[in-house]
């Protein structure tokens, strides 16, 4: 039997994306005109959202983490939207307080950045921290360093994993907002972080936000990379995801995110 058509109201609910927005004339129609520009503001407010360095020190803390705040040489907002590169190396001063800090005897550090929507690394990092600290644990992988980087690309934990001593790095970072998520937080893998890292070298987990990736599923992805990754000695291209748990979504190697 041939099964009957799926109707438009079944393929809105299966995709936040615009379908079937219907028109006036060659025009779209008010209520769809004025949602677009609803997302569309929320979008622009999540990447000028102003980042909380303080707060989340103290919600991690609060989870008995010993946090260091760092900057990027992008002195402000309009450098790093307009600069990629100085979001991608510390600024002097950080590098000094870095170097000065005994090198950590942990397997991995953690980066916790603004990147481009500081309003999903409030909404969702340490939410997602709690979920993973657990699942590493779990596995004796020992976080040696916590991190919180103000004006941070994806990039900026290789220099901060390198002078921190890890092997691993992980950092938590908001995604370039969308239409229908402009909370969306990423995590990125690299191994042996050091300048000069690609983005071939790193693993992703994408999407964590409410419509998305949930956070155990998140932690779940992110705890077996970093096992396998540690494990194997590699992350990005040559590490896929094998855990053969659950749904793939929001794996992707290499990242689209610099």
Not at 70 to 86: F, G, H, K, M
Not at 121 to 143: F, G, M, N
Not at 202 to 231: F, M, P, Q
Request: charged letters at 25%.
């Amino acid at each position: 039997m041939t099964p009957a058509p799926r109707s438009v109201t079944d393929l809105r609910n299966l995709t936040p994306a615009r379908v079937a927005l219907g028109r006036t004339g060659a025009s779209l129609t008010t209520k769809a005109l004025l949602d677009f520009t609803l997302d569309h503001a929320r979008a622009r407010d999540a990447v000028h959202a102003a980042f909380d360095p303080p707060g989340l020190i103290a919600a991690l803390g609060a989870l008995g983490f010993d946090v260091c705040a760092v900057s990027s040489r992008a002195t402000n907002r309009q450098d790093y939207l307009r600069r990629p590169d100085l979001g991608r190396r510390l600024d002097p001063a950080s590098a000094t307080i870095l170097k000065a800090q005994k090198r950590t005897s942990g397997d991995i550090a953690i980066v916790i950045g603004d990147g481009l929507s500081p309003t999903a690394v409030h909404a969702h990092a340490v939410a997602l921290l709690r979920r993973l600290v657990p699942r590493l644990a779990a596995e004796r992988i020992e976080i040696g360093a916590i991190v919180v980087a103000s004006g941070a690309r994806v990039a900026l934990a290789d220099e901060i994993g390198a002078l921190v001593g890890a092997r691993l790095v992980v950092v938590l970072i908001g995604e370039r907002p969308g239409l229908s998520a402009p909370d969306s937080l990423g995590a990125y893998l690299t191994f042996a972080p050091r300048l000069g890292r690609t983005d071939a070298e790193r693993n992703c987990v994408s999407n964590i936000h409410r419509d998305g990736l949930t956070y155990d599923e998140a932690a779940r992805k992110i705890a077996w990379l970093v096992a396998e990754g540690l494990k194997r000695g590699v992350t990005g291209v040559t590490l896929k995801d094998e855990s053969g748990e659950g749904k793939q979504l929001g794996i992707a190697s290499p990242l689209t995110l610099a």
